[in-house]
């Protein structure tokens, strides 16, 4: 077995066009039931300067989808501000947007906030849409300045949508009391939930179609494996597959296999599928 196997001669030599779950792209994304009404629910709260919370676990592919979708916005009539940095304070959120908006960096809040009023009247008919990922970690304070940036100068409606991204905690945190009145403004809730095994079979094939493979390219053992090794976590199965097909590549093998699912499970450390085996009863003590 080569040390440093080349991936993208293995993969032609599979008769693939490119390495097998390399990336999510357009030709493997898995447009499930609950990602349709996602994409529906966040182009009404785009469209209405609405709140809008999409939670779920980690790996479940929220950023995945928000940032599809927001390339999917029309231009001619939203402006797309995503902030990925989740240690930002509210001071520096709002010398981010700004700077998105195309505005000078200033350490004066009174004069960043000058600059977003003008940039949003700037717009004009263009709606913004603010899309915070990883909010969980947000601290209370930039999470208050994003919602008085809602109200920015009293207008008629919201200054912009907001959508969070976060995980399945979050809503709880919003209830606490400091964060009550951001809460409050949510239009809607959404939860990503994790795949079924169908899904995740359903995936697999997508994969490998995506770089021109077959179905015959993996036994359905192995798909199963792997299904249920990955908890449904769609990050994991990625992972997942990708390490066995390397495992099955790197071996001049031509069909994953089990055996090559069991080699990617002692690779990939994050194997939610076998975190939490089933309770056992405990045993009978007179025996």
């Given at each position: 077995?080569?040390?440093?196997?080349?991936l993208?001669?293995?993969?032609?030599?599979?008769?693939?066009?490119?390495?097998?779950?390399?990336?999510?792209?357009?030709?493997?994304?898995?447009?499930?039931?609950?990602?349709?009404t996602?994409?529906?629910?966040?182009?009404?709260?785009?469209a209405?300067?609405?709140?809008?919370?999409?939670?779920?676990?980690?790996?479940?592919?929220?950023?995945?989808?928000?940032?599809?979708?927001?390339?999917?916005?029309?231009?001619?009539?939203?402006?797309?501000?995503?902030?990925?940095?989740?240690?930002?304070?509210?001071?520096?959120?709002?010398?981010a947007?700004?700077?998105?908006?195309?505005?000078?960096?200033?350490?004066r809040?009174?004069?960043?906030?000058?600059?977003?009023?003008?940039?949003?009247?700037?717009?004009?008919?263009?709606?913004?849409?603010?899309?915070?990922?990883?909010?969980?970690?947000?601290?209370?304070?930039?999470?208050?300045?994003?919602?008085?940036?809602?109200g920015?100068?009293?207008?008629?409606?919201?200054?912009?949508?907001?959508?969070?991204?976060?995980?399945?905690?979050?809503?709880?945190?919003?209830?606490?009391?400091?964060?009550?009145?951001?809460?409050?403004?949510?239009?809607?809730?959404?939860?990503?939930?994790?795949?079924?095994?169908?899904?995740?079979?359903?995936?697999?094939?997508?994969?490998?179609?995506?770089?021109?493979?077959?179905?015959?390219?993996?036994?359905?053992?192995?798909?199963?494996?792997?299904?249920?090794?990955?908890?449904?976590?769609?990050?994991?199965?990625?992972?997942?597959?990708?390490?066995?097909?390397?495992?099955?590549?790197?071996?001049?093998?031509?069909?994953?296999?089990?055996?090559?699912?069991?080699?990617?499970?002692?690779?990939?450390?994050?194997?939610?599928?076998?975190?939490?085996?089933?309770?056992?009863?405990?045993?009978?003590?007179?025996?």
């Amino acid at each position: 077995m080569p040390t440093d196997p080349d991936l993208p001669l293995l993969a032609r030599r599979w008769g693939a066009t490119a390495i097998p779950f390399g990336q999510v792209n357009p030709q493997d994304w898995l447009d499930t039931p609950a990602i349709q009404t996602a994409f529906t629910a966040l182009s009404q709260a785009a469209a209405l300067r609405s709140v809008l919370l999409l939670s779920g676990p980690n790996g479940v592919g929220k950023s995945a989808l928000a940032g599809r979708w927001l390339r999917q916005l029309d231009s001619r009539l939203f402006q797309p501000l995503c902030l990925t940095q989740a240690t930002l304070s509210g001071t520096g959120i709002l010398s981010a947007l700004a700077t998105r908006l195309g505005k000078p960096l200033s350490f004066r809040r009174e004069r960043t906030l000058q600059f977003l009023q003008d940039a949003f009247a700037e717009l004009e008919h263009r709606i913004p849409v603010l899309l915070l990922d990883e909010a969980q970690n947000l601290s209370s304070a930039s999470l208050e300045e994003v919602r008085l940036l809602l109200g920015l100068n009293l207008p008629e409606q919201p200054a912009f949508a907001l959508i969070l991204l976060g995980d399945e905690y979050l809503l709880n945190t919003l209830k606490l009391r400091h964060q009550r009145a951001l809460f409050s403004r949510l239009a809607a809730h959404l939860t990503l939930p994790l795949w079924t095994p169908p899904q995740c079979a359903q995936y697999l094939l997508r994969g490998l179609e995506a770089v021109g493979l077959s179905s015959g390219a993996i036994e359905p053992p192995a798909s199963d494996l792997l299904a249920s090794a990955s908890g449904g976590v769609p990050r994991s199965l990625c992972l997942l597959a990708r390490a066995a097909w390397i495992a099955a590549a790197t071996q001049g093998a031509q069909r994953l296999t089990p055996a090559h699912v069991q080699t990617a499970l002692q690779t990939v450390p994050c194997v939610p599928g076998l975190l939490h085996p089933p309770a056992t009863a405990p045993a009978d003590p007179r025996s």
